[in-house]
């Protein structure tokens, strides 16, 4: 069994090494992979396995290490990429592989999912573990919106681990802790503190590019205490910490405005919202304490549905808000609840502003041609059913793997999609119509994309310094509106979501019936965007101008900043491409609501001087960093009303009896 299993490894390895050092050559006229990065058409080859992923790691020599709690140690891998065993002797080496460490790890981010590997580190962070995970998470059901403030605590065991062999800390160094963190589609980060001589810091925001060169000075330089949180695309954020000292702990805190997701699904026949889990991916969290504490600010009688996470409603004497406490485990837990109609209003700059229902219109949309992007997240059968379907509307189709393929004849296109090899993923390219080999393809200006979303994806910043991204870039360019996308599953993979943050593509249908009606009825439905109408896809909600006076409620902030996101983010669109913009428009926009974007960054240093040398300053921002609403704190409006009549009635009485004294 052994015998069997070793020579399945070595041909396995061998496979994949051959892959990782062959020149990449664009054999087909048709081909329309060949300008992404090296590593995407290497990784579209690779096959999907355990062998695949280690020979994909950093080298294994770093892998064995007494004192790595993150390390995992495989011996056939070490054997395969010393060149012991194989077939050809000649096990992986620098001078033999095309790929960089850092494309190595994006290539394990891909296939596999991992987005934490290869990580341009300034220290090592193997002897930190995290020791508690405390989430405070509160939910405004009528805002459709939540607020997590995440507190973390890291722990350096380093010399613990150490003392056997009769070295103590003093001759350990300093680690620097790094997570990244996944969050729901549409969330922002809004605070940053860091914990320095046991005293809560928070943070300021500045550009990213001087926020990085501050945290590698002092960091890299000078071992002092700073920490930073950056924008990664594909709905991530990336969190440094420095530095955790051998037997000693670190706090940070971070604050993550996220939109309820509405379901389809619902709780006693009524539509439901739900929130998703923030996703830590760090110093090794095994054995964490997780609490989770809930506040939900509502007067209806809303009840949890709970999966993967114990929590237990307390008893409160607050009429406006009711509360949970309990614990959580490390798989993908989320809780839903019934919703309830959107409500409310919200001040921005001095204008009201009213809380909707997302407000949508039909427009006239007559695509010209049909492009279909294939992946394997639908069967054959599926994709030859979809298409057979969407050839009845007598509309050019084009099929995409990585290669094009178009014709008039349903026949044909069957035989294709049966022999065709559908590759797992799609890095669609929107410029498909303005490459020299396909403008006899695409003779029309109004593309239909059909894609379905994948688990193996990439955000569109992973093909930056490509020449596809380079094509993309002109052809945002000369682009007067986003591109229109159908998706036919619902899923958006972190191509397509990065896609959509930047404004460069909308979807417009996400099921197939909804695909062959705008087919049929030549209409798509977008949301409403015009003067004094503002959307937010994310939430489902649209804010609409008013000329009442807005009535403070808790959670108002929050649509507050998410609204200067994706302002942010819009007019960043065709800027995202280039990276030398200094973008200081943007950068003041994301200071008045603290958000952490594309171009901002929120740091935090140890000194007023550390500030001060590197141009950081503690600019006035309209909101602030978030932070907890305290329950019962806000007076309802009718209890507003109340306060109002009494106040007007003592002046009234004050008056009378000073005029009759």
Known sequence: MLIAYSTYYFIQWSHTETILTKLEVVSENNQIDGDLPDWIQKASRLRVNHVTEMALQPDRRSQVSLFAAQSQFDPFAYFASKGFLTFSFSGRSLSETRITGDEAGKMLHLLFGKSHSYLDRLWRGHSLITTDID?????????????????????????????????????????????????????????????????????????????????????????????????????????????????????????????????????????????????????????????????????????????????????????QVRQWTGSAGFKDWFFSFPATPPQGTILVSGVTYNVLPEQTELVQFEPDTIIVALNTSLSRAQWKNVVKKMYEFQIPIVILTNKWFQTNDLKKAERYLEECEIPAFNLFPLHFNKTLSTTKVLRGNRPLWVVTGENQSVPLGELRNSVHFSKMQTSAAERSESVKIAILNGKHSEYVASLIDLNQVVSVAENEKDILDILRNQQIRLPIEKEGIVSLPYAKLTLEKSNQTSIERPGSDLLVRMLIQRKIMKQLGKRFFDRDLENKDLVDLAQDAMVVSPVSTLIVLETPNDYKRFGIKANKSALGQSKLEAPGAVPEPGEWLLLVCITLGLIAYFKLRRKFA
């Open 135 to 319: 989430s405070h998470i509160q939910i405004h059901p009528e805002l459709r919106v939540s607020y997590t403030e995440t507190t973390l605590s890291i722990y350096n065991e380093n010399s613990s681990s150490h003392s056997w062999i009769g070295l103590g800390s003093w001759t350990s160094p300093p680690e620097e802790a790094i997570y990244t963190i996944t969050v729901p589609p549409g969330s922002i980060c809004t605070k940053l503190s860091l914990w320095i001589n046991g005293e809560e810091r928070p943070a300021r925001l500045t550009f990213r590019t001087t926020a990085r060169n501050a945290y590698k000075q002092i960091v890299g330089m000078e071992r002092r205490d700073p920490s930073y949180v950056e924008w990664l695309d594909g709905n991530r954020l990336r969190l440094r910490v420095f530095p955790v000292t051998p037997e000693n702990y670190r706090m940070v805190r971070i604050g993550i405005v996220s939109p309820l997701k509405a379901g389809n699904a619902t709780v006693k026949g009524k539509e439901t919202l739900s929130y998703e889990r923030i996703r830590f991916e760090g110093p090794v969290s095994d054995f964490a304490d997780q609490t989770v504490n809930v506040d939900l600010f509502s007067k209806a009688p809303i009840e949890l549905s709970i999966s993967g996470i114990s929590l237990k409603e307390k008893v409160v004497s607050d009429s």
